[in-house]
Every structure is written in structure tokens, then in C-alpha cells.
């Protein structure tokens, strides 16, 4: 296109009211101008399926200028926008998932909560997500439990130890209604009920 532009320029310039000679250089020149956009987009194509969003994008927005109303451009531009967003929140959910699953090697049950809501209103669709954060719930309802339970047998004892039945009594059906059916609270229940009989048998007979 070149060549036959710069000879029809310059017979352009030895007659210029030559009508048929400016419609062919017009022509030459749009047709050169397309050719360079159709090149330019097969680059941001290539671009773009080699996730090189921000390279594709770069030219995208040079052909928007000078084809500002070209619908070809405007799809891809469109198309590579979308990929990228998508592209940027895989990165973002694998990090995260990479951080979650290191606070659940490390027991941190709490700290996975604390991000929960966020990260699942972020990254609805994720099953690795969703299984990970419901395993979370559990362990840290299991450990919530099990701590209601050794508070209670703790200051259970120390309170029978102190002959305070009543209120040890009821530190053990505190940790029961946490885990109603834990051997250790029940055979201290018990044994709380039986030095509380025997106290009164002493009074009794006092």
C-alpha cells in the first residue's frame, strides 16, 4: 500500500484537480489504515490469549483512537477487560485459599472466621472455600466446647474441694449444656450429688 500511496501523492501533487486520483489515493489510504488496524488486532489478540492483558489493552486503546467508532475494537477491548478482572480474582482466591489453608494447618480457626464473610461474598462459587471455612466453623465450635468443659471440671473440683456443692454443681451443668453427654463432667456430678448427701447425712447428725 505504501508504494501506491506515495506515487498516487505524488500525482496528486502534478494535478491536483484530478478527481479519479484523489478517490484512488483516499481509497489506498483507507485501505492501509485498515490493514494496520487488522494487524494491530491480531497482536492484541495474540496478546490476549497469552494473558497478557495489560500489553493487549495498551494497544486496544491506540486503536480506539484512531477507530474510535470500531466495533471489532470495542469487543475486544471489552472481552480483555472482563478476562483480566477474572484473571486478577483466580490470583486473588488462590492466595487467599493458600493463606486459609496455612491458618487451619495452624489451627487458627478464629482468624479463618474473622475473614469468612468476606472472602466467601468475594468468591461465592469456591467449593475449596466454602469446605474450608465450614471445617473451620466446626473445629472452632469443638475447641469453644471443649474449653466451656475444662473451665467447669476446673472450677468444679476446686469448689468441691471447698465443700461449696451447690455452686459446684452448677459450674458442671454449665459445661454440660456445652457437651451433655462428657464422661468426665458426668462421674463429677456425680460425685459432687454424692459429698453433698454425705455432708447433709453429717449435718443430720450433728
Given at each position: ?6 506515487l ?34 491480531a ?18 486503546e491506540?486503536?480506539?483512537?484512531s ?10 477491548q471489552t ?22 489453608r ?10 479463618v ?9 468475594e ?11 465450614e471445617?473451620s466453623?466446626?473445629?472452632q ?24 456443692f ?12 456445652a457437651?451433655p ?11 459432687v ?14
Open positions: 500500500f505504501q508504494e501506491s500511496i506515495t498516487l501523492a505524488e500525482l496528486k501533487q502534478a494535478f491536483p484537480d484530478e478527481p479519479d486520483i484523489t478517490r484512488l489515493l483516499e481509497t489506498a489510504q483507507e485501505e492501509q489504515a485498515e490493514q494496520r488496524k487488522q494487524q494491530k488486532l497482536e492484541a489478540r495474540t496478546l490476549f490469549l497469552a494473558e497478557r492483558f495489560d500489553g493487549a489493552l495498551k494497544i486496544l491506540e486503536l480506539n483512537v477507530h474510535p467508532k470500531d466495533a471489532a475494537v470495542h469487543k475486544l472481552a480483555v477487560l472482563q478476562e483480566r478482572e477474572k484473571h486478577a480474582k483466580e490470583v486473588r482466591l488462590n492466595s487467599e485459599l493458600a493463606t486459609v496455612k491458618l487451619v494447618s495452624e489451627k487458627k480457626y478464629h482468624e472466621l474473622a475473614r469468612a464473610d468476606k472472602l466467601l461474598a468468591h461465592p462459587a469456591s467449593a475449596d472455600l466454602a469446605r474450608l471455612v471445617f466453623r466446626g473445629q465450635a469443638e475447641m469453644e466446647r471443649e474449653l466451656a468443659v475444662r473451665q467447669a471440671l476446673n472450677e468444679g473440683r476446686s469448689l468441691l474441694q471447698a465443700n461449696r451447690n455452686d459446684a454443681a452448677r459450674e458442671v451443668l454449665a459445661g454440660l449444656a457437651y453427654d462428657h464422661a468426665e463432667l458426668l462421674a463429677l456430678l456425680d460425685q450429688e454424692s459429698q453433698r448427701r454425705k455432708s447433709r447425712a453429717r449435718q443430720g447428725i450433728e
